[in-house]
């Protein structure tokens, strides 16, 4: 499925040649739609214009083509609105309070800010409240796992770790910044985020391949004292878990009873598995390329091994077509064309759906619409967005706020009921199972819910002063 755009395209026009109701007919068979016309420069012989163009992206190389082969045109330059947001980077670091004069100088720079220095060198714990530790969080990858793009490398995936500074900033008021390292090397990537831990209060873990990724969160968790989370892999079963709570209000079922299908065994499946078993699900069956997990199987991958012995009770044997019979829950995490509308018929009546691939879901919801109770997906074009970014701003602010030393499975298991909660009952229906990422009331919710749980488990080292240990 393609996306709208938009281009501005840079036209030179040779008048004696050519003119500009050449160049729009052109642009409207290629499938462009004119929006905004300005002249730059207008000369005898030669004009030049900027013309905006609303276009899907898979028609992009056409208008081009079709331009460049007019007589009497050249393309002088092409962008469009997406290329302009990045343009030197999405984010920047500004300063509190501004210098001045010497007097200011001395304050934040030398002299004075030796006291300060020495005060945290005798007391290191002073670092949160004298420095920026508390608020700052780093978003770090090695650029294996990048959206649905793959392994691209860490300079082309710091666009997507910009991003994510953006929301941390704009929603929870966090600094991140992002750290693209440039190796693929689990003890490495561990032993670097180690050496710069001290300067944040949180380790954001994103777009490293499975099943690195468990290695290098486990021992990171293990061996830092403050929280490590990877986004990929918790943040959208918390989510996932948040949509699935309201659904089964919506068609009446139970956790406990339903026949849960979870298709693409990597980092989210796995985490997505984890969570809903410590959510009382007690019917899950694991699928991926190789078919149903199995106990019979011996797997080299430890996380599947694990699933295997701890999944799939009444002992399925198949692939997808056979796990999905009577299931009562599809949750996808794989790629595009891997269910079938036959698929969603042999499922059990009042089913939820939840195919969150992307950019291109396991089918597309114009297809499954008329087979399924609750649809949702991974994309913002329909109801029912499962978007991580309903979950990681809450549970970092939570956390950072409650200095928590880890983010462990209560905090979590609490993050998806807060996020669930947001939707009132009255509310709730087959399009609205889960909030928007713009509603402000998420993360105040997961953050007071990610608080309270770290405060009862033992991993707060503070109580904020509107928290109260019996709240």
Known sequence: ??????????????????SFGDVASALAAAGGDIVAIDVIRAGKELTIRDITVNVQDAANG??????????????????????????????????????KNREDLSLVYTPGVARVCMAIAEDPGKAYS???????????????????????????????MEGKAMLFKQ????????????????????????????????????????????????????????????????????VALAGLLNALKV?????AECRIVVVGIGAAGVSICRLLLAAGAGKICAVDREGIL????????????????????EGITGGLTEALR??????????????????????????????????????????????????????????????????????FRGALDCRAKAVNLEMKLAAARAIASVVHHDELNEQYIIPS???????EQVRLAVIKAAVSTGMARRIPPDISEEG
């Open 1 to 18: 499925m393609s996306i709208a755009t938009t281009m501005i395209i840079r036209l030179e026009i040779r008048k004696s040649v050519a």
């Open 62 to 99: 056409e208008i081009l083509t079709v331009l460049s082969t007019l007589p009497g045109i050249k393309v002088i330059n092409v962008s469009d609105r997406t290329f302009l947001a990045h343009i030197g980077g999405k984010i920047e670091i500004t300063p509190k309070m501004p210098i």
């Open 130 to 160: 004298l420095t920026m530790k508390r608020n700052t969080v780093a978003v770090v990858t090695d650029g294996t796992a990048v959206l649905g793009l793959g392994d691209i490398g860490p300079e082309a995936a710091m666009p997507v």
């Open 171 to 238: 929603l929870a008021d966090i600094d991140a910044f992002p750290l693209c390292l440039d190796t693929k090397d689990p003890e490495q990537i561990i032993s670097i985020v180690k050496a710069v831990s001290s300067g944040f209060g949180g380790i954001n873990l994103e777009d490293i391949s499975s099943p690195r990724c468990f290695e290098i969160e486990r021992r990171l968790a293990a061996e830092l004292d403050i929280p490590v989370f990877h986004d990929d892999q918790h943040g959208t079963a918390v």
């Open 251 to 255: 068609v009446g079922k139970e956790l």
């Open 294 to 313: 199995s106990r019979e199987q011996v797997y080299s991958n430890a996380e599947w091994q694990w699933l295997a012995g701890a999944t799939n009770p």
């Open 326 to 395: 009577g299931a009562d829950v599809f949750i996808g995490v794989s790629g595009p064309g891997v269910l079938s509308v036959e698929q969603l018929r042999s499922m059990a009546s009042d089913n939820i759906v939840f195919a969150m691939a992307n950019p291109s879901p396991e089918i597309e919801p114009e297809l499954a619409e008329p087979y399924v109770r609750v649809l949702a997906t991974g994309r913002s074009d329909y109801p029912n967005q499962i978007n991580n970014v309903l979950c990681f701003p809450g549970i």
């Open 437 to 443: 990422i713009f509603n402000e009331k998420v993360v």
